[in-house]
């Protein structure tokens, strides 16, 4: 295949099972990834209508250097989130960006609703729809297994994504498990493939491009490729990986714990990366494209009879997942954590949110704001089997109770009180009790997430509080991050890929015109993004900060909440001045 | 002739640098399966990465099988490939008891490693190393 100037994007009716290949000027500044998704939304979105009108797309986009360079390995999701409504994206890497590189295709729009439980297949010659109604109610493992089974074409190297129970249920944070180890993660996206009675999708990878002439690209794949192996750049992303944070973080009295309660605790080194690698670690994995494979996989072996009857499971983990499924429900045992993530993973729920949500959930049975009658089981900080019968009850949506907590923690504080100790920051927080800046990056940024504008690493490195310098921060972060996301990169090799690696890499495969105008177009794509998170809803004043994150108490000190306040204030501003 | 051995795959964590660069260098082309390496799960991401590779027979089948001579037997093991000499017949792919040939199905070119060695300084696990044929070759009878 050539590699088309011009983007070619696969816009297919589930409903109608009908494709047609656009082709999109790419003169028209969009980038990629991010900036491409959006460049979609805008024509096929709806942002008046709800995530589960049948119309409204799932996007998936790759960008310019997706395959070309190292660590160019990850994709964007664009979709109406079903926890807030809003335009959202969710990044994920696995097999995934290749595939749909090597599909000849940047990008993937599937709209409409399939009429039965469907699996939606690409390749470079193929498309179609496949029947797996009998996969609905599956968990993502047992159906990862079978879709391999049923469409065995382009075994060993295709992607395959899928979701669990959670997604079918209409969960506000399912998630999609890409290529077992990976993610969509957050904001409800395994919902919105669910909504569209679409279990899995199979995406080919079975065709190749050319590469552009000459020595210069050879030149630069080497040097960067040599960057991230031998030098210092992803030592922490591959030795200990992101859980290394966990004693980092726990020392600085930083580490949410148990609701948020407090901030650290004695048994942070028996659930901290070095434990983990000691105990559990049962290999590493990659990203297709990835040297670093900075995917850390456990092993965790349960007995399930007498006479040394065991089974394995191999779960991936990291900083985050140790916090939601770790710290935050007090759990100190690393084994605990992989069982629970297991059983969070196995169903099809984002387990950040999960674990923060029955975090919740826990101190408000503790404090009788609920009762058992609502749990169903008791649900004490440390203890692993309530929380395990707790996920199924909430995938389920088995009560009244679960279908409002599977709306979402405030959603379920709203409902029953304690709102105080909902640990919300525009969506379940993330494992960082830092302080300030990050509480407002993840509140009021554009993807809820610590990803968006690393407000957790400006605390812990910053000393003055100077409102105009982090504002300053906050937007060239974020501006640095989009122009990742639009390439797509992993946000991992930020230390590698600044702006000039950037342009060289767009130059040296023929995208001179796209690195000329690199500062502009991200500007742009940024604009974008934030037009369309308003577009559909997005209201600052309606974000607030829980009380029990104003209560935290850090290396730092109390934190200061005037400072805090008067950040989101503008930092809203700023964020509205992106908006025409 | 040295020849490349994939000796050591269970240490693989399947980024496919190797066949990125057998696709970029050799076939100067973007790909994971226009390389004369090819990296599969064996069964599902959870069980572990094959190498789909020339095994570099001293008596190779796909030399014998092939009617016009694009492929001959190769020193130490293997095969030399005259590009400009194959009709695309597969007769080579059929002929492989490993499977290690791929007829591309754009350009219906046979695809098999030459075992030039390029891939192996862009494995990071050292997964792949060039041996000498004829080690290889003793140590068989020894086994």
Not at chain 1, 57 to 77: E, H, N, Q, R, W
Request: proline share 4%; glycine share 10%; hydrophobic share 35%.
């Amino acid at each position: 295949m050539k590699d088309d100037r011009r983007y070619r994007v696969m816009v297919y009716d589930l409903g109608r099972q009908m494709g047609k290949v656009e082709y999109l000027d790419t003169a028209e500044g969009f980038l990629g990834g991010s900036g491409l998704a959006a460049r979609l939304f805008e024509t096929y979105g709806r942002p008046g209508d709800p995530y589960d009108h049948p119309g409204q797309p799932l996007i998936f986009a790759i960008g310019p250097l997706t395959g070309y360079f190292p660590l160019m390995s990850k994709v964007v999701m664009g979709f109406v989130s079903p926890y807030n409504s809003q335009y959202a994206e969710s990044h994920a890497g696995g097999r995934l960006a290749l595939a749909l590189r090597f599909s000849g295709y940047h990008g993937l729009v599937l709209t409409g609703q399939a009429h039965i439980p469907s699996c939606f297949v690409l390749g470079h010659d193929s498309l179609g729809l496949l029947d797996v109604h009998y996969l609905w109610g599956m968990d993502v493992f047992k159906a990862g297994k079978i879709l391999r089974k049923i469409h065995g074409r382009g075994s060993g190297n295709r992607s395959i994504i899928r979701i669990g129970p959670a997604g079918e249920n209409g969960c506000s944070f399912a998630s999609i498990n890409v290529d077992s180890y990976r993610h969509f993660g957050r904001l409800g996206c395994g919902s919105a493939m669910g909504v569209k009675n679409l279990k899995g999708i199979i995406i080919q990878g079975d065709g190749s491009l050319d590469l552009p002439p000459g020595k210069d690209y050879r030149r630069l794949y080497e040097s960067i490729y040599k960057q991230m192996t031998e030098t210092e750049a992803m030592c922490k992303y591959h030795d200990l990986g992101t859980p290394v944070n966990v004693m980092a973080l726990n020392e600085l009295n930083a580490l949410p714990w148990r609701n948020m309660q407090k901030t650290s605790d004695d048994g942070a080194e028996q659930v901290s990366g070095e434990r983990f690698a000691a105990d559990l670690l049962l290999r590493k994995t990659a990203c297709s494209g990835c040297p670093v494979g900075c995917i850390h996989v456990g092993l965790l072996r349960e007995q399930f009879a007498e006479q040394h009857e065991f089974v394995y499971r191999q779960v991936s983990y990291d900083h985050e997942p140790i916090f939601s499924a770790g710290t935050m429900l007090d759990i100190t045992n690393a084994k605990d954590v992989l069982t629970l993530l297991e059983r969070m993973d196995n169903v099809g729920l984002d387990v950040m949110s999960a674990g923060v949500s029955l975090a919740w959930a826990t101190e408000a049975l503790d404090k009788g704001i609920i009762s058992e009658k609502e749990t169903l089981v008791p649900l004490e900080f440390g203890s692993v089997e309530g929380y395990c019968h707790a996920i199924d009850h909430l995938c389920r949506q088995t009560n009244e109770f679960y279908q409002t907590l599977a709306r979402g923690t405030k959603a379920a504080a709203n409902a029953y009180g304690g709102k105080d100790f909902a640990c919300v920051l525009g969506q379940e927080m993330a494992g960082y009790a830092t302080g300030e800046v990050f509480y407002v990056s993840q509140a009021y940024g554009f993807r809820h997430s610590h990803l968006d504008t690393a407000g957790y690493s400006y605390d812990q490195k910053a000393g003055d509080k100077s409102i105009d310098t982090t504002i300053s921060f906050l937007l060239k972060e974020e501006a640095a991050r989009v122009m990742l996301t639009c390439m797509v990169s992993c946000l991992f090799a930020r230390g590698v890929y600044n702006q000039e690696r950037i342009e060289e890499a767009l130059t040296v495969i023929g995208r001179r015109d796209m690195a000329e105008a690199l500062p502009q177009s991200v500007t742009e794509v940024q604009k974008a993004r934030w037009r369309l998170k308003y577009a559909t809803g997005y209201d600052p004043t309606q974000i607030d900060i829980p009380t029990r994150l104003k209560e935290t108490v850090n290396w730092k000190g109390p934190l200061d909440e005037n400072f805090m306040l008067e950040l989101a204030r503008r930092y809203i501003v700023a964020i509205e001045g992106m908006v025409p | 002739m040295k020849i490349l051995r994939a000796s050591r795959m269970d240490r693989c964590i399947g980024c496919f640098s190797c066949s990125l660069t057998c696709a970029r260098v050799v076939h100067k082309s973007l790909s994971w399966s226009r390389s004369g390496i090819r990296i599969h799960s064996a069964a599902g991401l959870s069980t572990g990465f094959e190498a789909q590779v020339c095994l570099a027979c001293t008596h190779a089948p796909c030399a014998d099988a092939c009617p016009t001579g694009a492929f001959s037997q190769r020193r130490g093991g293997g095969v030399i490939v005259k590009r400009d000499l194959c009709i695309r017949c597969g007769e080579c792919a059929r002929a492989c008891p490993v499977n290690a040939i791929l007829m591309d199905p754009e350009l219906g070119d046979p695809i098999v490693c030459i075992h030039c060695g390029q891939c192996v300084s862009f494995c990071p696990h050292d997964c792949l190393e060039m041996v000498q044929g004829h080690v290889i070759k003793e140590a068989i009878h020894e086994g």
